[in-house]
């Protein structure tokens, strides 16, 4: 039996937000329901998020509403505050995402708080979701290189990663938020959280600015991750991550993993469409 590397569908959440255009929340629930036919286990689907911050994300909770869910999937939302926290519960998220950086410049940037605030303010998220019974899970961007302090050292993403582990997270997913890694400084980044944590409770969430991701997954591979983030379309970038572009697409990261023998246990046919869907709401076909 071939061994299963899952992908955790970040299109309608990583892969919109950063749209110009805004885009209507039925376009984003027609995305959803397709993607829920799809084979994925896990779909991003939006943010609970200030709106001021991330326009695009503001109707989070009619997006919720709208979506026809599947029994097995899990339907996530990013929560940066007890605010979303509480939009999410009432949207009946089966999980949240809490996000910190691994370094100053981008948690500035992208939470207008230092990466000691923000924990502290992440910490009430965690703490109600385990009393409702939430899962959470946890993101450290910048993992790599970080588009205002230059390179982030391993250490430090190490030591993020631990702080969300320790407040209950269930998986740590490691962004390359602006797509600068490269095989050797994942493989060193890595190798410094694997001290922390097992590769079972991390993932990969690598953007392609640079067209390394696929390789990027490879190291990742090669240190045991079985997780990786991906959005269909290759769509996406974060607002307050200057140059960041779009996540490794969904489509190309599963024909990677089956050139490599594994299985994603994905409809391609499906993503196929998906992924021209995904596209034209870019410019609103
Ligand atoms: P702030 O301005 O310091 O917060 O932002 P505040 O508490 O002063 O609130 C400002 C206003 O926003 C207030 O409204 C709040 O009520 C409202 P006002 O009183 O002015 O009318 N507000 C909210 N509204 C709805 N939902 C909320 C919420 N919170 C506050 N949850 C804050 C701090 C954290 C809120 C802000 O910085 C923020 O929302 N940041 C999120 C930015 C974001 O979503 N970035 C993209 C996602 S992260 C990402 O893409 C990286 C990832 O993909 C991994 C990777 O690639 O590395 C995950
Ligand atoms: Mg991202």
């Given at each position: 039996m071939a061994e299963t590397v899952e992908i955790f569908e970040m299109g309608p959440r990583d892969g919109l937000q950063n749209e110009k255009r805004l885009i209507p929340a039925g376009e984003k629930i027609a995305l959803v329901d397709l993607l829920s036919?799809?084979?994925?286990?896990r779909i991003e689907v939006t943010s609970f998020v200030s709106p001021k911050w991330v326009p695009q994300m503001a109707d989070a909770a009619q997006v919720m509403a709208g979506i026809r869910r599947v029994p097995g999937i899990s339907y996530a939302v990013l929560t940066p505050n007890m605010k979303g926290y509480d939009g999410a519960k009432q949207a009946a998220a089966d999980e949240v995402a809490i996000f910190a950086s691994a370094s100053e410049g981008f948690s500035k940037a992208n939470l207008n708080a230092t990466i000691a605030e923000s924990l502290q303010r992440l910490a009430p998220v965690a703490e109600a979701a385990r009393a409702d019974g939430i899962p959470v899970r946890g993101y450290v961007s910048v993992v790599t290189d970080c588009p205002f302090d230059g390179p982030t050292p391993p250490e430090n993403v190490a030591r993020v990663a631990a702080a969300l582990r320790d407040m209950g997270c269930y998986e740590i997913s490691l962004g390359d938020t602006i797509g600068q890694g490269r095989p050797d400084t994942i493989d060193a980044m890595l190798s410094a959280v694997l001290q922390e944590l097992p590769a079972g409770q991390l993932a990969g969430h690598y953007h392609d600015t640079s067209g390394r991701a696929l390789q990027n997954i490879e190291a990742s591979l090669a240190r045991g991750l079985r997780v990786f983030d991906a959005a269909v379309g290759g769509l996406g970038g974060c607002?307050?991550?200057?140059g960041a572009k779009g996540n490794v697409a969904t489509e190309a990261v599963a024909a990677y993993l089956a050139s490599q023998g594994?299985?994603?246990?994905?409809d391609m046919a499906v993503i196929d469409k998906a992924a021209d869907m995904a596209r034209a709401m870019r410019v609103g076909a």
């Open positions: 036919t799809a084979g994925f286990r607002p307050y991550a200057p594994y299985q994603t246990g994905l």
